[in-house]
């Protein structure tokens, strides 16, 4: 049958792939619209297998959350170049997906790649836009939190975001705060949640500085206890010194917004930051 120029410019709307790759799979499938669909995504599948061994070091971060703010997530969609990350089409991409992310509350990244968009899955979506885009396409990353309130921030260029969860509705405080959690990049919440091997790390670390600046034996585990202090002074997030105002940490900062107000967690998604 006789494929119109109306015809390919519908198909091409609908996956995104190039005029002639849709012209090309809707000649081979007689102009059936599901089956030419079918075909852009093979090829899709074969461009993804052919470029599973390339990197996908670029891409684009964003963050969100619910209209309750109850629930925040972060979606880190990866690909090859930056080129292709900066593209309008490729952010609206990754703004869908966290929308849909965030609109069924998907838990984890398996959950996330099974949830319909645009009539298939976001893994085949991706598989597809592998075809169209000629480049590697992931999930590189995938957070959530919930909480009483929710806040989110974005740093320009799309390369970094968080979500931080508060005990309390404190909309201007939670964005300040997922902000000092993108520039300051802390380890852990507070002390309690640091890890056991990179306490015992430092206290390492610690003692072996003292040694070498020429400390008594006998006193090298109380200097190294004083290192890990500081350590969780500048790595915790809860500890660290509020970088709007050095005088106060984000404890005493939350305190000063609202007698009593915490934070409950945090998650940071960055891309070679």
Do not use: W
Request: hydrophobic share 40%; charged share 30%.
């Amino acid at each position: 049958m006789a494929i119109t120029a109306a015809d390919v410019n519908k198909l091409r709307k609908q996956t995104g792939a190039g005029m002639m790759d849709c012209k090309k799979a809707l000649e081979e499938a007689n102009g059936d619209f599901e089956k030419a669909i079918d075909i852009l995504r093979k090829k899709g599948q074969k461009v993804a297998a052919k470029r599973a061994d390339r990197e996908a070091t670029e891409g684009c971060v964003l963050a969100g959350t619910t209209g309750g703010n109850s629930f925040g997530a972060i979606v880190s969609l990866n690909c090859e170049t930056d080129f292709v990350a900066k593209n309008e089409s490729f952010i609206e991409l990754t703004q869908n997906i966290l929308n849909l992310a965030l609109e069924q509350k998907a838990v984890d990244k398996n959950s996330l790649l099974k949830l319909n968009i645009n009539g298939m899955s976001v893994e085949d979506k991706l598989t597809e836009q592998t075809g169209v885009i000629g480049e590697k396409l992931e999930i590189g990353a995938y957070e959530v939190l919930e909480a009483p309130f929710v806040a989110n921030y974005i740093h320009a260029g799309n390369k970094l975001a968080t979500i931080v969860g508060m005990s309390e509705d404190a909309d201007e405080a939670g964005k300040n705060v997922a902000m000092q959690a993108a520039a300051m990049n802390p380890v852990a919440l507070n002390r309690e949640e640091v890890p056991q091997e990179v306490i015992e790390r430092e206290l390492e670390v610690g003692k072996d500085l003292a040694r070498q600046e020429g400390k008594p034996e006998e006193i090298l585990d109380k200097i190294a206890q004083g290192r890990l202090n500081k350590f969780f002074k500048e790595n915790t997030l809860l500890e660290q010194e509020y970088i709007r105002d050095n005088k106060l940490n984000i404890t005493k900062y939350l305190d000063t917004v609202k007698k009593g107000l915490t934070l409950t967690g945090f998650k940071r998604v960055g891309l070679g930051v």
